[in-house]
Nanobody, 114 residues
Framework: EVQLVESGGGLVQPGGSLRLSCVAS????????MSWVRQATGKGFERVSS????????SYVDSVKGRFTISRDNSKNTLYLQMNNLKTEDTAVYYC???????RGQGTQVTVSS
């Protein structure tokens, strides 16, 4: 059974940091490009960041460049998103997703508020 299980979300003040994790199982994680996508209340999905299967190529939406860092540990089947200098507009449910079919996990809530 394919599973993507996100964790690490929570409530943080503006300027704070969070590190999201996503543990994958049931498929060849190390062979698949992955992404973090988010959905704010009442809005559509937004691809925040992507990483190649080997981790050597990454990309970011302009709004998070310089603040977020995507990484992966293929030995642990785990995808990460380090989020620094968080802003209120980063509030959303964050999902990890496989690039080739957009299969995603259940998500983790990130709320940035003072």
């Amino acid at each position: 059974e394919v599973q993507l299980v996100e964790s690490g979300g929570g409530l943080v003040q503006p300027g704070g940091s969070l590190r999201l994790s996503c543990v994958a199982s049931g498929f060849g994680f190390s062979r698949v490009a992955m992404s973090w996508v988010r959905q704010a209340t009442g809005k559509g999905f937004e691809r925040v960041s992507s990483i190649s299967s080997g981790g050597g190529v990454t990309s970011y939406v302009d709004s998070v460049k310089g603040r977020f860092t995507i990484s992966r540990d293929n030995s642990k089947n785990t995808l990460y998103l380090q989020m620094n200098n968080l802003k209120t507009e980063d509030t959303a449910v964050y999902y990890c997703a496989r690039d080739y079919d957009n299969y995603r996990g259940q998500g983790t809530q990130v709320t940035v508020s003072s």
